[in-house]
């Protein structure tokens, strides 16, 4: 046996790195980016634009925020339409519809005041197809899994997925 390998094998090229350099992305708390997600952190819309769902430290009051890059990731920028974060979650896993172009949300609120709850993001753009801000749409909240009532009841790693364009599928542990 030879020293190569045959068929050759793949190469990768010269990475490129740029630093998440926002506010948000500066104060991340212990569960900052949910690297756990399926689909992972990260969610790619059909035009291109990055969209993390971070959660901020902010002197221990924590805060869950989307950070977005309308450039391949060369620049970021924290979001402008939730004003002030959204409060009392630990964690969240996002999936973008292609079809409506919205994020579904499945969110986990600290166990005293939440549970699993479902929430719809609605994307504005500018006329190159740049995200300029996210807002969650007022009066689409589902508690899916009430948690308050059991302080010790460990709600962890949200999952969301869209296996077809009509269907969301959400999971967690």
């Known amino acids: 046996m030879s020293g190569s390998l045959s068929p050759s094998a793949a190469a990768l090229g010269a ?3 740029a630093a998440m350099n926002t506010t948000v992305m500066n104060d991340l708390s212990p569960d900052g980016i949910n690297w756990a997600a399926v689909k992972g952190s990260a969610v ?16 221990n009051v924590r805060l869950c925020y ?11 920028s924290d979001n402008t339409g ?33 549970g699993v709850i479902y929430r719809r993001y609605a994307i504005t753009r500018d006329g190159s197809n740049n995200i300029t801000s996210i807002a969650r749409v007022v009066g ?28 969301v599928l959400a999971a967690w542990t």
């Open 82 to 114: 939730i004003i002030g974060g959204e409060g009392f979650l630990t964690r969240g896993a996002m999936v973008y519809d292609s079809a409506r172009d919205c994020f579904h949300g499945l969110v986990m609120g600290i166990p005293s005041v939440g």
């Open 140 to 167: 689409v909240s589902v508690v899916l899994d009430d948690a308050a009532g059991n302080n010790s009841n460990s709600l962890e790693f949200p999952t969301i997925i869209m296996p077809d364009t009509n269907t």
């Open 44 to 59: 790619i819309d059909q035009y291109g634009k990055i969209i993390v769902y971070a959660q901020r430290y902010n002197l």
């Open 15 to 17: 990475a490129t790195v």
């Open 66 to 76: 989307f950070v977005i890059s309308n450039d391949s990731g060369v620049t970021w």
